[in-house]
T-cell receptor, first 113, second 113 residues
Framework: GNSVTQMEGPVTLSEEAFLTINCTYTATGYPSLFWYVQYPGEGLQLLLK?????DKGSNKGFEATYRKETTSFHLEKGSVQVSDSAVYFCALSLTGGGNKLTFGTGTQLKVEL | DARVTQTPRHKVTEMGQEVTMRCQPILGHNTVFWYRQTMMQGLELLAY????????DSGMPKDRFSAEMPDATLATLKIQPSEPRDSAVYFCASGLDRGYEQYFGPGTRLTVT
């Protein structure tokens, strides 16, 4: 079946530190990959996406590269801010599956001054 | 700025009572998803509609939960009778089946005492 595995949180960093949140996937087809972010008290919102191997998605200083050989889509940011504190979800959708998503369990990020 | 709306935002009820949650998807979107989020189980897909037809409700407890789309502008999720273990945040999301993104509403926080 299809699944997404994320590193467990919480991840606690100091402001301006480098962030990596690991995500690996298992899929029966050729998926598109996503990172969603959930700020406290809100619903999830799309952060970035990549639809084919070696694509790099980027937004708000965050980046993730679709690595087919390692079935990974790790989220990175060079310098985090307190406002980046949120829960981050990795997700996949399959070609022909419409926009139905399979989500990982989420990783909580806490950024401190 | 088009958004998914959900009502009510908060609901406190006693065990055994009926609960109805409503969602207005973004105009023109043809897919609607209902999710439940808890600390223990994370984000669970309960139901998935395309063009108002239910495609997947395998994640929903059939004996007490029901989901419907009476028209393209309204999706409902009902729990009857409610139980304390139903306490969670329920999210509705909408999108286009030929797109990738799901747009989430702000959620309904349900507490069953």
């Amino acid at each position: 079946g299809n699944s997404v595995t994320q590193m467990e949180g919480p991840v606690t960093l100091s402001e301006e530190a480098f962030l990596t949140i690991n995500c690996t996937y298992t899929a029966t087809g050729y998926p598109s990959l996503f990172w969603y972010v959930q700020y406290p008290g809100e619903g999830l919102q799309l952060l970035l996406k990549a639809t084919k191997a070696d694509d790099k998605g980027s937004n708000k200083g965050f980046e993730a590269t679709y690595r087919k050989e390692t079935t990974s889509f790790h989220l990175e940011k060079g310098s985090v801010q307190v406002s980046d504190s949120a829960v981050y979800f990795c997700a996949l959708s399959l070609t022909g599956g419409g926009n139905k998503l399979t989500f990982g369990t989420g990783t909580q990020l806490k950024v401190e001054l | 700025d088009a958004r998914v709306t959900q009502t009510p935002r908060h609901k406190v009820t006693e065990m055994g009572q009926e609960v109805t949650m409503r969602c207005q998807p973004i105009l023109g979107h043809n897919t609607v998803f209902w999710y439940r989020q808890t600390m223990m189980q994370g984000l669970e897909l309960l139901a998935y509609f395309r063009n108002r037809a239910p495609l997947d409700d395998s994640g929903m407890p059939k004996d007490r939960f029901s989901a419907e789309m009476p028209d393209a502008t309204l999706a409902t999720l009902k729990i009857q009778p409610s139980e304390p273990r139903d306490s969670a945040v329920y999210f509705c999301a909408s999108g286009l089946d030929r797109g990738y993104e799901q747009y989430f509403g702000p959620g309904t926080r349900l507490t069953v005492t």
